[in-house]
């Protein structure tokens, strides 16, 4: 069936280096994809988001990538700080009304001193 | 603006009570609210998902007797857990949609149920 799935469940790095999340789908009919941030005990958090006719958007540090042929999408963290460890998750979202989110099942990003 | 709130944050109840989580949405009028759980380690499952006025939709495999919603107005859903028991523990959270737009769930901060 259809999922978002990640393909590294943890990822270390180092404070102030570059971290890259991963996620792949297998289904290309949702036009809009979020990625989350979820600290212990919290909600997730918008981080940013991307409609499928772009293939880069970028906030503050963070830039997602869109790759639809190989249905890939990244979430890149400039300058890691130790307040980023966190769980991320993206969510693929397949209809116009913002529902149907599939969540993928997230990443555990620990920033090491 | 787009702030979800949960209450309570935090539950402890004996097995077989109930427990009421309630989500509003603060300062937006929310289309459709959804019910995640959450267990350690792992992504969000969607539980179920409410309109305002409408009867909730169930995800496959979520006893919709024992976990009801009601979605009494657009910035109110609550959950309840009826005769709770041990598995039921977990991170339950809720997220709210906006009338306009079509973007992302706004997620509220998530309430964590012991059920001893």
């Known amino acids: 069936g259809e999922s978002v799935g990640l393909h590294l469940p943890t990822l270390s790095v180092q404070e102030g280096d570059n971290s890259i999340i991963n996620c792949a789908y297998s289904?290309?009919?949702?036009?809009?994809f979020i990625w989350y941030k979820q600290e212990s005990g919290k909600g997730p958090q918008f981080i940013i988001d991307?409609?499928?006719?772009?293939d880069k958007r970028q906030g503050q540090r963070v830039t997602v990538l869109l790759n639809k042929t190989v249905k890939h999408l990244s979430l890149q963290i400039a300058a890691t700080q130790p307040g980023d460890s966190a769980v991320y998750f993206c969510?693929?979202?397949?209809?116009?009304?913002?529902?149907?989110?599939?969540f993928g099942p997230g990443t555990r990003l620990s920033v090491l001193p | 603006g787009a702030v979800v709130s949960q209450h309570p944050s935090r539950v402890i109840c004996k097995s077989g009570t109930s427990v009421k989580i309630e989500c509003r949405s603060l300062?937006?009028?929310?289309?459709?609210m959804f019910w995640y759980r959450q267990f350690p380690k792992q992504s969000l499952m969607l539980m179920a998902t409410?309109?305002?006025?409408?009867?909730?939709?169930?995800e496959q495999g979520v006893e919709k007797d024992k976990f009801l919603i009601n979605h009494a107005s657009l910035t109110l859903s609550t959950l309840t857990v009826t005769s709770a028991h041990p598995e039921d523990s977990s991170f339950y959270i809720c997220?709210?949609?906006?009338?306009?737009?079509?973007?992302?769930?706004?997620f509220g901060p998530g309430t964590r149920l012991t059920v001893l």
């Open positions: 997220s709210a949609t906006r009338r306009t737009g079509y973007n992302e769930q706004f």
């Open positions: 289904n290309s009919a949702s036009d809009y």
């Open positions: 991307i409609r499928s006719n772009m």
């Open positions: 969510a693929e979202i397949k209809d116009n009304y913002g529902q149907n989110f599939v």
């Open positions: 300062d937006f009028q929310a289309t459709t």
């Open positions: 409410s309109n305002e006025g409408s009867k909730a939709t169930y």
